[in-house]
């Protein structure tokens, strides 16, 4: 198999600048919904880049839960490794690949964690084997086995069987807050359409095309 020939012809009518909201979050919005519309798999499934304070970079995917005009919002174990790099450095950019639609959206921003009591309303909203795998999971760590995390959720679904579960100390939520988008739609012969949003000081935000 040649991975050299795997190749797909982008054919979408284009993104236009005339086309775009001026405001990205209503530009994301709009994107957002059509995602949905077509029922993607995981529309909400965002790749989190972040860098440690010696910039050694690392990726994963997690679900955004909520966004706003303050930012996006997701959740994790805050003594986990993307946890322990935010600490580090927060600036952070967040990739949301629609490939059905040809698009993808990038966002560059800062992570700041979300208050508590934010934090409480979402988990009271999960399924309750979410809430208890929050609390037996020590993300990142190293296991010997699978079957010692599996323990733990009987575990903890024992301690916590008829009885709500508590809100564990080491998990929430961050928020990204955005000061810079760029919506990426493909076109054929590599010839792709990309905008870029940046925040300007008065919070105003400036579109530039860029060259594919």
């Known amino acids: 198999m040649n ?19 001026p405001d990205p979050f209503e530009q994301f919005e709009l994107w957002f919904q059509q995602a949905c519309q077509a029922e993607l798999l995981e529309p909400n499934a965002m790749i989190l880049a972040t860098a440690s304070a010696t910039a050694a970079p690392s990726m ?21 490794k993307k946890a322990r790099q935010i600490q580090e450095n927060p600036q952070v950019s967040l990739l949301f690949l629609w490939l059905p639609l040809e698009r993808q959206v990038q966002i560059i921003g800062t992570a700041v964690k979300i208050s508590t009591a934010e934090t409480l309303k979402y988990f009271a909203t999960r399924p309750r084997g979410n809430q208890i795998g929050a609390w037996c999971s020590q993300q990142s760590s190293v296991i ?28 929430g939520g961050y928020r990204v807050i955005p000061h810079g988008f760029e919506f990426w739609q493909g076109r054929p012969n590599r010839l792709h359409d990309r905008f870029f949003y940046s925040r300007q000081e008065d919070g105003s935000w400036e579109i530039q095309r860029l060259s594919p």
């Open 3 to 21: 991975i050299a020939d795997l190749r797909k012809e982008y054919l979408s009518q284009g993104l236009r600048r005339k086309d775009l909201k």
């Open 144 to 171: 010997s086995s699978r079957q010692i995390i599996e323990m733990k959720f009987e575990e903890f679904a024992r301690k916590f069987q008829n009885r709500e579960i508590p809100l564990p100390s080491f998990w």
């Open 60 to 80: 994963r995917t997690v679900l955004l839960k909520y966004f706003d005009r303050e930012g996006f919002v997701f959740f994790t174990n805050y003594e986990s």
